[in-house]
């Protein structure tokens, strides 16, 4: 039969145990960041980008993509595509200037991303974002010059799309005569969602308690307490 220190000793190890289950699944669902570095595009050959490669159907992120939507390589052009990536190499841009649609099952968070302008100055970039067709975000933010990159906070959840629509702007001189609304993007972070509550499922990673055992002696023998 077991004592009643005992008992509680083995109650207290099995919530332990659960806590740290939940500390594992919480960590494995961490925010998500998608740098488009794995982004299936065409090699770079001297370089130079010989194309650029579609996300259609590619299923890339975990994520359904729509048409236009085009990841790119760093290359030696003068535009806004270098800039948006940094010191990375790759990123993706919204094809033949028109907007992109990013989807997936279930509930997600949108938290932020970071575009520049192609080639446009003064480009106006309208996020939207649904729930079961219907509108629950919009946005838009004009962007400056096209030679830094912008993040754009967006912070919405309880979301299964995205559209990203860029518009508008005037042709900036030292890019040349290409006016176009062409968009980069990169970074775009995200979060689980599966409770539809429209934040994110992962618990905390800082200012967790601490749960020890601390071993006493009591009049039974052994007395085990929960440090908090």
């Known amino acids: 039969m077991l004592r009643l220190d005992s008992l509680l000793a083995l109650c207290a190890w099995r919530v332990v145990?659960?806590?740290?289950?939940?500390?594992?699944?919480a960590v494995a669902r961490a925010d998500q960041v998608l740098t488009f570095e794995d982004a299936p595009?065409?090699?770079?050959?001297g370089g130079v980008i010989a194309s650029f490669g579609p996300l259609a159907g590619t299923g890339y992120g975990?994520?359904?993509?729509?048409?236009n939507a085009y990841a790119y390589a760093r290359n030696t052009a003068v535009n806004g595509c270098s800039v948006c990536v940094g010191s990375s190499q790759k990123g993706i841009y919204t094809a033949f200037a028109?907007?992109?649609t990013i989807s997936r099952p279930g509930r997600w968070v949108l938290h932020s991303l970071k575009c520049t302008a192609v080639w446009n100055m003064g480009l106006s970039v309208r996020v939207t974002a649904t729930r079961s067709g219907v509108t629950v975000?919009?946005?838009?933010?004009?962007?400056?010059?096209?030679?830094?990159?912008?993040?754009?906070?967006?912070?919405v959840g309880n979301i299964d799309s995205v559209t990203i629509t860029p518009s508008g702007g005037t042709n900036y001189p030292a890019y040349g005569a290409v006016p176009s609304a062409h968009l980069a993007i990169d970074d775009l972070r995200w979060g689980f969602?599966?409770?539809?509550?429209?934040?994110?499922?992962?618990?905390?990673t800082a200012g967790l308690v601490d749960l020890t055992f601390n071993p006493g002696t009591g009049a039974n023998g052994n007395v085990f307490t929960l440090a908090l």
């Open 193 to 204: 969602d599966a409770n539809a509550d429209g934040y994110d499922d992962d618990l905390p």
């Open 137 to 155: 975000y919009e946005q838009t933010t004009v962007l400056g010059l096209p030679t830094a990159q912008t993040t754009l906070n967006i912070g």
């Open 17 to 25: 145990a659960v806590f740290a289950v939940l500390m594992v699944g």
């Open 98 to 100: 028109g907007p992109i």
């Open 62 to 67: 975990g994520f359904g993509w729509s048409t």
């Open 41 to 45: 595009t065409p090699h770079i050959d």
